[in-house]
């Protein structure tokens, strides 16, 4: 019997590569047609954000909520938890991010965009574009089909990556809210990096930026208007 240091992180996953990518054509045609008011609520994020009214925290926040809770449910605890037992706690954990968002963010108003844009903030910004859409084109840049494109608020990454980035513009980087997407951010690239699959290094280094972003503002205000 083999040693247990021998072992790589691909021989502890229960599922090959095909299986996982394959699961992601299989949870789009499941969900169809979520993936417009995805693209909407995508849309929508980025405009309140630009255009800033006052409500446009707690509206942003909602949608965040609704884009976790819905990826818990219809893809961890229901698609994905067939191929891997910790789905299960992996939906757990995106339910609880759902509920932080609306607590925080919708009814606490501690998401808000009334600042002037700091580096941090535009980086946050580029994180968002980055994630709703440039990340759903690297699956097909790979090879693999455009019938399973990682979508904001279909699949976990880009909706944990538009989080951070949303995160990052807000007047304050609120520690309540990172904690669990930096944490997926570890899960994905363990996951990805088990699977040898190419991108594998993309959401631990969004984590770590993001990460470093936010402990540069050091969790304090916006600069003063001018």
């Given amino acids: ?10 021989d502890i996953l229960p599922f090959s590569p095909q299986t996982y990518f ?12 979520a ?3 995805a693209l909407a609520a995508g849309a929508a994020i980025v405009a309140l954000i630009l255009l800033r009214p006052a409500w446009s925290g707690r509206a942003v926040a909602l949608l965040l909520a609704a884009a976790w809770g819905f990826v818990a449910f219809a893809y961890l605890g229901t698609r ?3 191929i891997n037992w910790a789905a ?10 759902a509920l932080l968002l609306v607590l925080s963010g919708a009814v606490g108003g501690r998401l808000n ?3 002037p844009r700091s580096p941090a903030a535009k980086a946050g910004l580029g994180f ?3 994630a709703l859409l440039v990340q759903p ?3 097909p840049a790979f090879g693999r089909p455009w019938t399973g494109l990682e979508l904001f608020a279909i699949a976990p990454d880009p909706t944990v990556l538009a989080t951070l980035g949303v995160l990052l513009v807000a007047d304050r980087v609120r520690p309540e809210l990172f904690v669990l997407p930096l944490l997926w951010c570890v899960i994905a690239g363990a996951i990805l990096y088990g699977l040898s699959a190419p991108e594998a290094s993309l959401m631990p280094t969004a984590g770590l930026a993001a990460l470093g972003l936010a402990l540069y503002r050091g969790f304090a205000p916006a600069p003063e208007r001018g």
């Fill in 137 to 139: 084109l690297i699956g």
């Fill in 22 to 33: 394959r699961l992601f054509e299989l949870h789009n045609q499941a969900v169809w047609p």
């Fill in 1 to 10: 019997m083999s040693e247990w240091w021998t072992y790589r992180l691909s």
């Fill in 88 to 97: 299960t706690y992996f939906a757990y954990g995106f339910a609880a991010q």
């Fill in 128 to 130: 968002v574009l980055f």
């Fill in 35 to 37: 993936q417009l008011l």
């Fill in 80 to 82: 994905y938890a067939a």
């Fill in 113 to 115: 965009f009334t600042a």
